[in-house]
């Protein structure tokens, strides 16, 4: 029995403690938001079929990210807290078609934590 993995990333914090003009994960590194790279690594990976990005309802810096991928890339409605960004995402993705609810898994990353490494996603999933 099969099961495809879906990666979620909660992207819809304001970034209020950075005092930042911009959210966090739309800060620029080496050029590029940050949130790109991760969505980008993600999106990389041999394991992940797809993700599901939650982003505030009124959210101007998502259309600039860059997709290197034709895998899905599905956008949710981020809630008040991470965790509700999260079911959002969650819910997002079990009414997609190609999700199996049954025997497809789920993981969860955070979308300013860009630098994993293909490996650990590698092992992670295997695990």
């Excluded at 992207?11 to 800060?27: E, N, T």
């Excluded at 789920?106 to 999933?125: K, N, P, S």
Aim: charged share 25%; hydrophobic share 40%.
């Amino acid at each position: 029995m099969s099961h495809a993995t879906w990666a979620i990333v909660p992207a819809a914090g304001i970034g209020k403690r950075m005092q930042s003009d911009i959210p966090k994960q739309y800060l620029s590194l080496n050029g590029r938001p940050v949130l790109e790279y991760t969505v980008n690594t993600l999106l990389g990976n041999k394991n992940i079929t797809g993700l599901v990005v939650a982003l505030q309802q009124d959210d101007i810096y998502w259309p600039d990210i860059r997709i290197g991928s034709s895998k899905p890339v599905l956008l949710a409605s981020g809630g008040k807290e991470r965790a509700d960004s999260v079911l959002n995402a969650l819910a997002e993705l079990n009414r997609y078609e190609q999700f199996d609810a049954d025997r497809d898994w789920v993981m969860v990353h955070d979308a300013v934590r860009c630098c994993l490494r293909q490996g650990d996603i590698d092992r992670l999933v295997s695990a």
